[in-house]
């Protein structure tokens, strides 16, 4: 190993032979060695949840080969306007009740126009007064925007970069690496919480999962929040001629790289769980997950539901509660 395995200290200057090293560790020393990184920054025994809610929904004029809600390719999911502030708060309340530390709203738009930008920021300011974090998914933002957002209270952007930069052109065309990059940098300069991370089982490379989390790594700053999402299979989107599930052991390598390389970001096990036995979440906990999404349903797919969840968390004796970072 061309370095201690056990330095739990923020880097980003990983470079891909550091990466590709963690990852091919032998199962007990980078389980030991995530433990080390965890148990450095957080208390192990405790995770964060978020609510997700789809504030609009389908017609997306990009064309992510994974999404059922770009207009491109025949999901079978309906396209609706933007939702009334009164149901979001509505559902906002309900995820509060339900345990939820955290209120994401998800928009599938390519970006948002000014005048729901104006929208939304009412929904932000509505949900931070209930006394929940909040987080938006809205696509592309301008500076400007992201300013309305933070004054508006934003505490969270959600704009992930996916896959690795080598294998985007093969999930999306209407939109480049780059482009994902800029709005991350302005959300970084409005001074709101990154939270970005990708998904995996899209068919590609084992070397594109180590890249995806090299490029999460090796950004100026560590998103403080990197969700791992297992794909949700879409009938009607292309990835699905090549996707491949995978396995457990291979997702709790990746849980474990990621809370290697990126030792005090909350590292959510995301979409996908409704693939996971128990055994197989404990592992990605194990491995250093300490965050997931709570409720039946995430956007458009399904998530195992709050009783479901109840019941693991009690047989694993982990709280659910806002987890921070202790900077060492
Ligand atoms: N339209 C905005 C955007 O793409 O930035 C925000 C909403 S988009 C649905 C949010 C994220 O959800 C995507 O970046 C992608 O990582 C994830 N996602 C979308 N469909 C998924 C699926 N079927 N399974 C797992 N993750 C998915
Ligand atoms: C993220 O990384 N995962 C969430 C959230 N950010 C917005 C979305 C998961 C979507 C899963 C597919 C669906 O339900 O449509
Ligand atoms: Fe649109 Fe976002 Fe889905 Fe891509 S991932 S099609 S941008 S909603």
Redesign the pocket.
């Given at each position: 190993m061309p370095f201690d395995l056990l330095d739990a200290r923020v880097r980003t200057d990983w470079t891909r032979a550091e990466a590709d090293a963690v990852f091919a560790t032998p199962f007990a020393d980078l389980m030991y060695a995530a433990q080390n990184a965890h148990r450095a920054h957080f208390d192990p025994n405790a995770i964060e949840a978020a609510s997700l809610l789809?504030i609009k929904t389908g017609g997306?004029p990009?064309d992510?080969g994974?999404?059922?809600?770009s207009v491109h390719h025949k999901t079978g999911v309906k396209a609706t306007k933007l939702m009334g502030l009164d149901q979001v708060v509505e559902a906002a309340k309900k995820a509060k009740a339900g345990g939820a530390q955290r209120f994401c709203m998800?928009?599938?738009?390519?970006g948002p126009n000014d005048r729901d930008l104006g929208r939304v920021c009412e929904m932000v300011a509505a949900v931070k007064s209930l006394g929940l974090e909040t987080c938006a998914?809205?696509?592309?933002l301008t500076a400007d925007q992201a300013d309305e957002l933070k004054a508006a209270g934003l505490d969270y952007y959600?704009?992930?970069v996916?896959t690795s930069p080598e294998y985007y052109g093969e999930i999306t065309q209407t939109r480049t690496y780059a482009d994902?990059l800029d709005?991350l940098e302005k959300v970084r300069n409005a001074d709101i919480k990154v939270c970005c991370?990708?998904?995996v089982?899209l068919g590609e490379e084992e070397s594109d999962r180590i890249g995806l989390l090299l490029a999460l790594a090796t950004l100026p700053k560590h998103p403080e929040s990197v969700?791992i999402?297992?794909?949700?299979?879409?009938d009607g989107?292309p990835v699905k001629s090549r996707a491949e599930r995978l396995e457990p052991i291979e997702m709790a390598r990746l849980v474990a790289l990621a809370r290697i390389m990126m030792p005090t970001s909350v590292v959510r096990l995301?979409?996908?769980r409704m693939y996971m036995s128990d055994e197989a979440q404990a592992l990605c906990f194990l491995a250093g997950a300490n965050s997931i999404f709570l409720g039946d349903v995430?956007?458009?797919?399904a998530n195992p539901g709050v009783t479901k969840d109840e019941a693991l968390l009690a047989k694993l004796g982990i709280e659910v509660r806002k987890v921070e970072a202790r900077i060492a």
């Open positions: 789809s997306c990009e992510c994974y999404c059922s809600q998800g928009a599938a738009w390519r998914t809205l696509g592309m959600n704009h992930n996916d994902r709005t991370g990708g998904i089982g969700p999402n297992l794909w949700m299979e879409v989107a995301s979409a996908g995430l956007l458009t797919t």
